[in-house]
């Protein structure tokens, strides 16, 4: 009888309060503390008892367009995080034979919607620098039945993110071949300069966006998309979550985006010091390098292709004997993820001391042979 596979996220689970979640993205410093006065007030009150207001409250419908500086008649749907949006999306305005111009490395499950289409994504590789899309490697790869172009910004799981100009440059190509263009955005509150692609496309662009990352709410499950409200409402055809969205979630992401400014500064401050950190940690190790630095994300990738050590086994030493939870790359790109591991860092800096004890100890411990597993 063969081993049976490491599960690593049952793993992590089963030990939830010991484990330093390096490995989703997830943010664990905050604003934590208006979340849970939030969700005690709306449980206090007992709103779970009854349905929400299926498009969403009119006040988070409001602070979300504001935030993404979207017109107030801007189309937005609310959904169970961004996911649920995209799987929409992908269902709505693809059909069996049309073609995504996408990446790898990539946030595959959005190839996933896309394949669930019938369609198919063309991912140019872009593990090498610029490490993210070009416009003009873009518009090289249009053929006949391109129908959208996939613009993740920042880029998981690399941590690149676009210039203004190349933005303008990939919207005004969807403009100009009348292509859907999937701005992802989850991760735009990380970056110095983040820009959206609906400024220099709005007809065609249509924007994903989440409060999993920056509000640190990924457990509540909350996104949603906005757009031409046209193209919102078609894409809404196949929502399912007919009777509306978690009401608790809502509360949160209300009061979260409300105080915005007061906490999102100082999150992008420890965020920018624990990548300094980690950067500090791999340099020391021989074979270990960052393809990109500094990240406009809360994540970035780790080469460890020359250390001589495979991510999968990296993966495991560091969640099962120091429970410190990184991410193998073969979730996330088929071609390199044999290459490197991705590690987040919107955590508080104790968990990131607990990576910089961890990461040198099993690169040598897997080099040698020597694990505390043997
Ligand atoms: C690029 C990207 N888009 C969307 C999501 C989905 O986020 P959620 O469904 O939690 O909003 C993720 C999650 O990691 C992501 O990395």
């Given amino acids: 009888m063969s081993a049976p596979t490491f599960d690593a996220f049952r793993y992590a689970h089963e030990h939830w309060d010991e484990v330093a979640w390096l490995s989703q993205n997830t943010n664990h410093i905050g604003p934590a503390g208006i979340v849970q006065e939030a969700l005690a007030e709306a ?34 749907q609310i959904s169970a995080g961004g996911t649920e949006a995209l799987y929409m999306l992908t269902r709505a305005l693809l059909a069996p034979g049309d073609e995504v111009i996408a990446s790898d490395p990539s946030y595959l499950i959005i190839h996933r919607f896309v394949e669930l289409a019938g369609a198919r994504s063309r991912n140019l590789e872009i593990y090498a620098p610029p490490y993210r899309l070009t416009a003009e490697r873009v518009r090289d790869a249009i053929s006949p039945t391109t129908r959208m172009i996939l613009l993740i910004d920042p880029l998981n799981p690399l941590g690149s993110g676009y210039p203004a100009e190349e933005v303008r440059a990939i919207a005004e190509i969807a403009h100009d071949h009348h292509l859907t263009l999937l701005n992802d955005v989850t991760y735009r509150d990380f970056a110095d300069r ?23 709410l990924a457990g509540l499950r909350l996104g949603g998309l906005a757009g031409r409200p046209d193209l919102v409402r078609k894409v809404a055809r196949f929502n399912t979550n007919d009777l509306g969205v978690n009401v608790l979630a809502q509360a949160a992401a209300t009061a979260a985006l409300r105080t915005k400014p007061e906490w999102i500064g100082e999150l992008r401050r420890q965020v920018r010091a624990n990548q300094e950190r980690i950067r500090a940690v791999v340099q020391e190790v021989p074979g270990a390098h960052l393809p990109v630095f500094p990240s406009q994300a809360n994540m970035f990738c780790i080469d460890i292709a020359e250390t001589g050590v495979g991510p999968e086994a990296l993966q495991r030493e560091m969640l099962v004997t120091d429970r410190v939870f990184i991410r193998a790359g073969s979730y996330l790109s088929p071609r390199f993820g044999e290459r490197f591991v991705r590690v987040s860092f919107s955590n508080p800096p104790g968990d990131i001391e607990r990576f910089a004890r961890s990461f040198p100890r099993a690169v040598a411990a897997l080099r040698t042979g020597s694990t505390v597993r043997g």
């Fill in 43 to 76: 449980v206090r009150a007992r709103h779970y008892e009854g349905y929400p207001f299926a498009p969403g409250t009119p006040e988070l419908r409001a602070l979300v367009l504001r935030d993404l500086g979207f017109p107030d008649d801007a189309g937005l």
């Fill in 194 to 216: 983040p820009t959206l692609a609906a400024t220099f496309a709005p007809e065609e662009t249509l924007t994903v966006w989440s409060v999993s990352k920056n509000c640190g």
